[in-house]
């Protein structure tokens, strides 16, 4: 099932500023994501200091072109890849996703209103979806 028509207007409507606030955005999902799931933290261990920075290119990457992910293929795989490489599990998703959506809800404050929360969330969980059954392929072939 894709996205809806609706969740992917919105989304590419947020694009901008989601990017123009990206690393505050991620910075604070990093903080939200460690404080109330500090189990997630072992799957970072490795990661470089501006992780936050590549999260925020994908975020608006993904924002952008979420009406022709085909654009972002190669991007995708290599995400799948460095995840089976850290070994994210499926149930990962939800505390990212959850820790996401609250940290664009604190940073766009106001403009993140229901609808763009609602949108964001089936945003995200389409994309999780799609790198769980990759990474799935992934981790059988290893």
């Known amino acids: 099932m894709g996205l809806s028509e609706k969740s992917i ?3 590419k409507a947020t694009a901008k500023p989601v990017a123009q606030n990206g690393e505050a ?5 990093y903080e939200i994501l460690f404080k109330d799931y500090p189990e997630a933290k072992e799957l970072f261990k490795d990661a470089s200091g501006d992780q936050h920075k590549k999260l925020a290119i994908a975020v608006a990457a993904y924002a952008a072109n979420i009406d022709d992910l085909s654009v ?3 991007a995708i795989e290599k995400m799948a890849q460095t995840h089976v490489a850290t070994k994210v599990k499926p149930e990962h998703y939800p505390m990212v996703g959850v820790s996401l959506l609250q940290a664009i ?3 766009l ?20 979806d799609i790198l769980i059954v990759r990474e799935k392929e992934l981790y059988a072939a290893a």
């Open 109 to 128: 404050g106001d403009a993140a209103t229901d609808d763009v929360i609602e949108a964001w969330k089936e945003a995200y969980f389409f994309l999780a």
């Open 72 to 74: 972002l293929k190669k």
């Open 105 to 107: 809800k604190e940073v």
């Open 9 to 11: 207007k919105i989304v």
């Open 25 to 29: 955005i991620t910075t604070k999902m």
